[in-house]
């Protein structure tokens, strides 16, 4: 039986290279694609994929958010996710949300082909650096940087502030109350001592959260 596969990214160039990829493997299927967090949600819960292969900057709630949604409404669907992060919080905060995967955008077509064998078979797959990184990381107790303090909710709502979402976009979004949302920005900017968002974005930008490129037109959360 084929492997059905759900590929998630908001750039269809990326999802076309990779579909070329899995549709010249034999026992893979690309059965759908999405190019939003809230899309995949959607989708694999109507068609339960084998695996969905999970970018994670992405318009809406992105690929973190998505995946902590997917362990609750499609507990057997296995997320690998492939994102241009490779540097924590990222790696070890998406497999804390379930995933069972995460792969770098460099890695070859022969890797990604391994690894949803491999996740579909129920095993792990980390791509070598990243798990080098998640072991360092366990070996120094994980307080590496000041994002270690962080909930998950609070860099979820983190990484929406510095992609440019307002206060009510992420209460939408992640259907949480204006208030309840403006107490999270107020608890990042006390824990990573920044006084504003533009300081978020630039704190994100010495960690690798954010690409410099952004700070043209920093976020603007009301």
Do not use: W
């Not at 490779?86 to 955008?105: F, H, I, N, V, W």
């Not at 990604?112 to 990243?130: M, N, P, Q, T, W």
């Not at 929406?160 to 209460?171: A, D, L």
């Amino acid at each position: 039986m084929s492997i059905e596969v759900l590929l998630v990214d908001d750039h269809a160039l990326v999802r076309t290279g990779i579909r070329h990829i899995l549709d010249e493997a034999p026992g893979l299927t690309v059965i759908s694609e999405a190019s939003s967090g809230e899309e995949a949600v959607e989708i694999a819960r109507e068609k339960q994929p084998d695996v969905v292969l999970m970018d994670v900057n992405m318009p809406g709630i992105g690929g973190l958010e998505a995946t902590r949604k997917l362990a609750h409404v499609a507990p057997d669907v296995k997320v690998i996710v492939v994102s241009v992060h490779a540097k924590d919080p990222y790696p070890s905060r998406l497999m804390e949300a379930g995933a069972q995967g995460y792969l770098t955008k460099d890695c070859s077509g022969d890797e990604i082909i391994a690894a949803v064998k491999k996740v579909h078979a129920g095993e792990r797959y980390l791509a070598a650096d990243i798990a080098r990184q998640l072991a360092d990381s366990l070996l120094s107790g994980g307080k590496g940087t000041p994002l270690d303090q962080l909930s998950q909710r609070e860099l979820q709502v983190m990484l929406m502030i510095i992609q440019g979402h307002t206060v009510q976009s992420i209460s939408d979004k992640l259907f949480l109350s204006p208030k309840t949302v403006s107490t999270y920005r107020h608890r990042l900017f006390q824990k990573l001592d920044v006084d504003n968002d533009v300081g978020l974005a630039r704190f994100a930008i010495r960690h690798g959260l954010l690409d410099e490129s952004a700070m043209d037109s920093p976020p603007e959360t009301q």
